[in-house]
């Protein structure tokens, strides 16, 4: 046991590794989870924005959240595939069987998808200064932004872990996603939800999207957060736990 | 010291109603290839992830390397090695970095002098900087059993190794097994070719309906079968030798 504690580390390093060389020899994953995001920015400010009520002169600025978290949706998609292929090809079996702590593969499949979105999520950030994003925020309102990214990331990623196995076709690793793909349309990613009529709009104002959304708004602007923040935190740390009890689970049970 | 690699005492396992191993006994000498015959869904698969601590049992006992595979599977783990019934590899990086992958899961001091020397030993130096999806199932293979070996495993298990290869590679194959053993390295392997079972095994159990109903050498075994059958099995090999001069024929030219 001892000699497989002392290794994790490195082990961890080879599976990010090797999973973020999937990443990059796949066109696909690139174009879904930084491009797609990158071409909506640039549709909904050049071409929609214009028509777009939002009570701010800054579009962009309005916009980049919910951006951010679509991207994190698409790319967590990815993490199940990966994670549904490992089971379906041979190669979780010969990791299981060598010695190395036995939960290594599954994490590594989680820290690559820390790691992964974290590099879409600042690529979309560059191109969202090009096109005019500014914020006053400072720097422990851009950890705070971080930080809650990186919450909303773990809390999708196990359940896209949950997805990739569990899943019994790889369509069905990737379906779950769309799903939370269309949340932020319906949150007030996009327009402010008092436009909405008034059941679309209870819905929109009490899904997590909507308080994640408006919290990172209010950090990158520097207004007052209020309960915003607790209440996305609130979301994201029980989706996440909920989620990684369950797929916790089913790791036991499938690997 | 004890001279067996693996002893398996009563093993029993189900799949909710399904009883697939009944009271498996059957024990591998150190060193020698081992080679487990049954039909397809006799529970050969089973067995293997059971001795390579994939799977608990639900009855008896299995020891591998002097390890109990239920209560030290840490400890089997280090010295035991798997070539599953699907090659390991990950196809979207080359040979080359699967194996350096590999190297460095088992914390070898130099993975890249290791991974030179298994890609020239397995005739992979010339693929090896291509991506392992471009590779023929021959190539896979090989790439697949020269994983295994990194680490130097004392006991190497094959499942099904030579399924869905045409005759070239399977012969191929055999060779590389063949030469493990001669090297000291106990070889577990699974099959349905009989003719595998013949060529490579020192000796032969045959599972079916989840007991080891025969178990013993190649002599052994053919006394417990009419000549008829044996003829039979004899056969098969000609039209895989016709097919092979055919192929040599034409590489000649």
């Known amino acids: 046991m001892e000699t497989v504690n002392k290794h994790f580390l490195s082990d961890m390093g080879v599976m990010l590794e090797r999973s973020m060389r999937h990443i990059f020899r796949s066109m696909d994953t690139i174009i879904t989870v930084t491009i797609t995001p990158i071409a909506m920015m640039l549709l909904f400010v050049y071409v929609l924005g214009g028509a777009i009520q939002t009570g701010t002169d800054n579009y962009v600025n309005y916009l980049l959240p919910g951006i951010l978290l679509m991207a994190i949706a698409s790319g967590i998609a990815y993490t199940s595939y990966r994670l549904f292929m490992d089971m379906q090809r041979g ?3 010969r990791f299981h069987s ?23 999520v600042v690529v ?9 994003f500014r914020s006053s925020a400072g720097v422990l309102s851009w950890l705070a932004v971080a930080g809650i990214l990186a919450l909303f990331t773990l809390a999708l990623t196990w359940i896209a872990v949950i997805a990739g196995l569990s899943a019994t076709s790889v369509d069905g690793a990737g379906a779950f996603a769309y799903p939370l793909l269309f949340l932020p349309f319906i949150s007030s990613a996009f327009v402010p939800t008092e436009s909405m009529p008034s059941g679309v709009r209870a819905f929109a104002e009490n899904q997590p999207v909507t308080s994640i959304v408006d919290a990172i708004r209010a950090l990158l602007s520097g207004q007052p957060v209020g309960n915003d923040i607790w209440v996305a935190l609130a979301w994201c740390v029980g989706i996440m736990l909920v989620a990684y009890i369950f797929a916790m689970r089913a790791y036991k049970k499938r690997a | 010291m004890q001279n067996q ?9 189900s799949y909710k109603k399904l009883h697939v191993l009944k009271g498996v006994d059957f024990e591998v000498e150190k060193g020698s290839i081992f080679a487990l015959l049954g039909s397809n869904g006799a529970g050969k698969t089973t067995i293997v992830k059971i001795l390579t601590t994939l799977l608990k049992q639900d009855g008896g006992t299995a020891t591998v390397n002097g390890f109990d595979v239920a209560a030290k ?3 089997v783990r280090q010295s035991i090695s798997l070539t599953g019934q699907f090659a390991a590899v990950d196809e979207i990086l080359t040979g080359r970095e699967n194996l350096i992958m590999i190297a460095r899961l088992r914390h070898l001091k130099d993975p890249h002098q290791v991974t030179d020397d298994l ?3 397995f005739g992979l130096t010339d693929a090896a900087d291509r991506r392992v999806s471009t590779y023929s199932g021959g190539m896979r293979r090989r790439l697949d059993i020269a994983m295994s070996l990194i680490g130097k495993p004392q006991l190497i298990f094959l499942d099904e190794p030579t399924n869905g290869l045409d005759p070239e590679a399977r012969i191929e ?3 590389t097994v063949k030469e493990l053993a001669a090297n000291g390295t106990t070889v577990f392997l699974t099959t349905q070719y009989l003719d595998e079972a013949e060529q490579l095994a020192d000796r032969i159990a045959i599972l079916h309906e989840g007991t080891i109903i025969a178990n013993g050498t190649l002599a052994d075994l053919k006394k417990l079968f009419p000549p008829a059958k044996v003829e039979y ?13 055919i192929i040599g024929k034409k590489e000649k030219k």
């Open chain 1, 91 to 93: 190669i979780f079996e």
């Open chain 1, 98 to 120: 060598m010695p190395i702590a036995r939960s290594t593969p599954l994490w590594g499949h989680v820290l690559t998808s820390l790691v992964s979105n974290a590099i879409s």
């Open chain 1, 124 to 132: 979309i950030i560059l191109v969202a200064l090009m096109m005019g």
């Open chain 2, 5 to 13: 690699a693996i002893q398996v005492n009563g093993i029993e396992k």
């Open chain 2, 73 to 75: 599977p840490d400890h």
């Open chain 2, 119 to 121: 890609l020239n030993r």
């Open chain 2, 173 to 175: 194959v055999w060779k």
């Open chain 2, 233 to 245: 099995v004899e056969k098969q090999p000609t039209l895989e030798d016709i097919f092979l001069a």
